[in-house]
């Protein structure tokens, strides 16, 4: 059942006069100890949400409540984790009921991304601290609203890609850690060039691609779609926009870009010791984009003031063989084989990174930041988004890293913070 426009503004009126905080933030006889068990909710249940790390309840965090505005998926998740889980969940249509929850420590938002700002403020604000699913924000100015919310109310962010600190870096054979030695060691010199292809390890996702001229379709029964859109344009159900395939669609996700960019970039941020920044230029090479259907694209170069880039290779300009980081002195390939001789002895004599904050349920303890957190999450989605409005507009755009804001383009800037459809709003 569709929520109703006038139900929805009364709530909205009604959560203004109450907050509803988790036991955590009372303090008192209900606050968390750090051996206690935390608890948690999924928000969106059609994919990713049943993945093994985060459909699960052990000692340290429970499995409360679910919530999806399509029945079939909700009913699905509450048998599921009884079935599996041995859970008695509580299922939510509304996304809301779930975060004012007094019973949910964690919010997991595992929605499609045009939902991802909108449901991590009201978190925030409702005092849950919360994992988020990539890429962090659909827009960089909703990921500037996130930041904000998560330090006015002193919440624990988690953006869910990985890399940076653990598992293996797709094609490169090792994890970033050894990547990252190299290049604070300098023997590769400066300026760096990443390249992030397929022919390198790193395979865009182009099969998210969206249909033109959609055929208009009856909206399924056990299907909420108007809550399924919420902030994004109202457009004629069609079930290629909406769950498996959402990806393909401007108005929800970024394509191959918006789904697999921040898996890729994110570490090469770090590598790059890039996380306080953004690049300042950022050029495109691919056909001219649908206005309402993603494509695909053959190139997006980054570079930044000081010269490093980011050069994504993408459908037919793949070059066979390259090297994954390149500089004057050397260069690292698939595998992670390195011009430099003898480069592993070399690193063993080198001191290790700085130690990141890896066990986000310690974090949410001891309150101190996880490893990849609202800010530097914020720089790697930033670096995503800047990629797609460049393609969204088929032209080079400079851009301000300190303002967040594109030199003198409007039409580039009106991507930054994007209309959302009534009622809602950050």
């Not at 409360?64 to 998740?77: G, P």
């Not at 691919?286 to 930044?304: C, E, N, S």
């Amino acid at each position: 059942m569709a929520i109703n426009r006038k139900d929805f503004l009364k709530a909205m009126g009604g959560l203004a006069a109450l907050t509803i905080l988790p036991r955590k933030v009372l303090g008192g006889p209900g606050h968390i100890a750090p051996n206690d068990q935390l608890t948690k909710g999924i928000i969106g249940m059609g994919g990713i949400g049943y993945m093994v790390n985060h459909f699960s309840s052990n000692e340290r965090c429970r499995l409360v409540s679910v919530c999806d505005c399509d029945d079939n998926h909700l009913e699905r998740a509450v048998k599921l984790s009884k079935e599996r889980l041995n859970e008695e969940v509580k299922g939510y249509h509304f996304y809301r009921d779930l975060i004012n929850d007094p019973n949910v420590d964690i919010v997991h938002i595992a929605t499609p991304p045009h939902w991802h700002g909108i449901m991590s403020v009201e978190a925030a604000k409702a005092g849950k601290d919360i994992w988020c699913e990539k890429p962090m924000t659909r827009t960089i100015g909703e990921g500037k609203k996130v930041m904000e919310a998560i330090r006015q109310n002193n919440r624990i962010f988690r953006l869910n890609t990985w890399f940076r600190f653990q598992d293996t870096f797709y094609g490169l054979g090792t994890k970033v850690e050894p990547l990252k030695k190299l290049v604070d060691s300098g023997l590769l010199g400066w300026p760096l060039k990443v390249t992030i292809s397929g022919n390198n390890g790193f395979p865009w996702k182009f099969f998210w691609v969206g249909k033109e001229n959609l055929v208009e379709q009856p909206i399924p029964k056990h299907f909420d779609y108007d809550l399924w859109l919420g902030p994004a344009p109202y457009k004629p159900y069609n079930e290629h926009r909406t769950h498996q395939t959402f990806r393909g669609y401007w108005d929800y996700d970024g394509g191959g870009l918006g789904d697999m960019g921040q898996h890729y970039i994110d570490p090469v941020q770090y590598i790059l010791g890039k996380d306080n920044t953004s690049p300042v230029k950022v050029e495109v090479d691919a056909p001219q984009q649908h206005w309402d259907a993603i494509g695909t694209w053959r190139k997006v170069v980054y570079t930044y003031d000081d010269g490093c880039q980011i050069i994504l290779e993408g459908e037919g300009h793949e070059t066979p063989n390259g090297p994954f980081i390149e500089g004057p002195l050397g260069a690292v390939y698939q595998g992670f084989r390195c011009t430099i001789p003898n480069i592993m002895d070399k690193l063993n004599e080198m001191p290790d990174p700085e130690p990141q904050n890896t066990d986000f349920i310690d974090c949410v303890h001891t309150r101190e930041k996880f490893a990849l957190n609202e800010i530097n999450g914020f720089r790697s989605s930033t670096i995503v988004n800047m990629g797609l409005c460049a393609l969204r507009l088929n032209r080079t755009l400079e851009f301000d890293p300190v303002n967040l804001k594109f030199i003198n383009d409007d039409a580039a800037n009106a991507l930054i913070d994007q209309p959302m459809r009534g009622p809602w709003s950050m």
